[in-house]
């Protein structure tokens, strides 16, 4: 569901190699013996770079690489902008070259790192972390790394691992592992409300053009299975758009967006929120829109149903958000989205999302607690503890009272309380829990599960001879069926 920001580490590291690398002719820092030419195209890699010319600095930083392959500083900057011209193991290589030069150096076991997670080695790039906290726990960089290796860790999970899709026209298996969902057929078109990111800062007008731009691309890549219409209903619509300029919004602070997906008892897509962070990584810079429109493809892919990841950089459900943005989806995230939508009725119950924690204990953001808070309860109700569970979403609405999908999960606990008391004829019971069941659906804005629950009611308020519940019963019914949800 999330995606990591590593050129946010990448950064914090470039800079710190700026300070301690540029370079003049007569600067003391140059090796002895380098000719005034390397020291000039050196620092003119340097330009080119901190211009974000990656192809030209790329080519200058190779060439110093090959006057002095000794030199680590040239290594880090050569690694550094094979990064961003897509060149990933290209990127660790130098990187590595660079650290077996300079061991120890906290700037350079951080782009090492980032570069693992780049390539999608993720134990190589957890076990650099842990040593860098060990080195320097201190240190400013400690909690993004912290924050860093959290969702690592939540992607990676704790089960058996599919097998890489390394090589395939798909990715599939590694998306149904993490549990596979989708939107129905009925629900289609899918509408789509964009919230205004007036007010917000960093915000672009670009950024809500290219937002509509990647819905209609994935729409496009499903060949016809998925369709979407725009809405000025907020309340009404299936997926909710909203900017944040905060880090702490999200459930990690590293992450460039976080798509919420809400889904029904038979484990299709009923609603998702989606957030786009409007700042390029944790440090404020501004974004590109090549990594907006990543992002946002990344997030609406989550939405979508491709709960988990690819395991190949080059996909756009990667995990990692590459220095180079892929602003374009990959023949394979094309072809996945169509086997998803395309999978018999069988094959998704077979991967049914299991309702685990998708959230570390060590992160508490108030939307990192009740996403943890809203798994545990439908974990409890799947146990058939429904006492339990509402207890847990009562938690949840304590930190955030405005959270439908808790609403909407306790209404569904206090229904199946009902369906346990109205099967001992306990009518009295299960028409109080009914009620609550409607106050709940309605406040999470599903008066369609709502009406459906007055059914029952009319049909207790009959079997108790009450005319009054009755008629008030019928009149809730009629006003819920008039809601379009």
Request: aromatic share 8%; glycine share 8%; proline share 4%.
């Amino acid at each position: 569901m999330n995606r990591i920001i590593a050129a946010t580490l990448a950064l914090i590291a470039s800079l710190a190699i700026f300070q301690q690398t540029g370079l003049a002719e007569g600067d003391n820092k140059a090796p002895e013996g380098m000719t005034h030419e390397t020291v000039v195209t050196f620092n003119a890699g340097l330009a080119a770079y901190k211009a974000e010319k990656y192809e030209e600095a790329r080519d200058k930083f190779k060439a110093v690489c090959d006057a002095f392959p000794a030199w680590a500083p040239a290594h880090r900057m050569y690694g550094m902008a094979l990064e961003h011209t897509g060149d990933i193991e290209g990127a660790l290589r130098e990187k590595l070259v660079c650290e077996s030069m300079e061991p120890g150096k906290p700037e350079i076991m951080l782009s090492v790192a980032t570069a693992y997670q780049a390539a999608g080695k993720f134990d190589e790039a957890l076990e650099k972390y842990r040593k860098y906290l060990e080195l320097y726990p201190d240190s400013k960089e400690a909690p993004a790394v912290k924050d860093s290796m959290l969702l690592i860790q939540r992607d990676l999970g704790t089960g058996k691992k599919p097998r890489s899709s390394k090589g395939k026209d798909n990715y599939i298996d590694e998306i149904a592992s993490k549990g596979a969902s989708r939107w129905s057929e009925s629900q289609m078109p899918l509408s789509v409300y964009i919230k205004s990111g007036e007010g917000i800062a960093h915000y672009r007008d670009s950024f809500g053009d290219i937002l509509k731009q990647s819905f209609a691309a994935w729409a496009d890549a499903s060949e016809g299975s998925i369709s979407f219409t725009f809405t000025d209903n907020e309340k009404r619509a299936a997926i909710r758009c909203s900017w944040v300029d905060d880090p702490k919004e999200l459930s990690n602070s590293m992450e460039g967006g976080e798509a919420i997906p809400q889904r029904n008892n038979k484990g299709e897509m009923d609603r998702t929120s989606i957030l786009i962070l409007t700042r390029g990584s944790s440090d404020g810079t501004e974004p590109t829109d090549a990594h907006i429109r990543q992002v946002c493809l990344h997030e609406i892919g989550h939405a979508l149903g491709l709960c988990g990841h690819s395991s190949q950089p080059g996909d756009v459900m990667f995990a990692v958000a590459a220095a180079k943005p892929h602003d374009q989806l990959s023949e394979r995230d094309k072809k996945t989205i169509c086997m998803l939508y395309e999978a018999s009725k069988g094959y998704i119950r077979r991967h049914q999302v299991k309702f685990s924690d998708p959230t570390s204990p060590e992160e508490t953001s108030p939307r990192s607690m009740t996403i943890r808070l809203n798994s545990q309860g439908l974990k409890a109700s799947e146990e058939h503890d429904y006492i339990k569970a509402i207890e847990l979403f009562q938690e949840g609405l304590k930190i955030d009272p405005k959270d439908e999908t808790l609403y909407i999960n306790m209404g569904g606990a206090y229904a199946k309380l009902a369906q346990q008391a109205l099967k001992k004829n306990h009518l009295v019971q299960g028409e109080k829990y009914l009620n609550w069941a409607v106050d709940c659906m309605v406040k999470g804005g599903k008066e369609k599960y709502a009406a459906d629950f007055c059914k029952t009611l009319i049909q207790i308020a009959k079997a108790n001879q009450d005319g009054t519940a009755l008629e008030k019963y019928e009149k809730m019914k009629t006003e819920f069926e008039a809601v379009k949800n």
